[in-house]
């Protein structure tokens, strides 16, 4: 059984809004969030302050089923 927990963190976007008005680019949320784990990895204390309150937790009841004599196969709920 595992669990799921959803963390809500935010993500400053240098440059986001200029005079044309928002601009989320692919670009400018990967420099945002590659600059927040490089915090994250320098000063570990702030990760509680960045992943402020977790969400709604549930169980997830996904079992996964694996063959001991073949690699690399995983079987489904019907066995195939």
Do not use: C
Not at 21 to 31: S, Y
């Amino acid at each position: 059984m595992s669990y799921e927990i959803p963390y809500k963190v935010t993500v400053d976007v240098p440059g986001l809004i200029d005079e044309d008005g928002v601009d989320l680019t692919a670009e400018k949320a990967a420099v945002a969030l590659e600059a927040l784990a490089a915090k994250l990895r320098a000063e570990p204390q702030t990760l509680k302050h960045v992943f402020k309150a977790d969400g709604p937790g549930e169980v997830e009841d996904r079992w996964v089923k694996r063959s001991r004599y073949l690699s690399n196969r995983i079987l489904k709920a019907t066995g195939d």
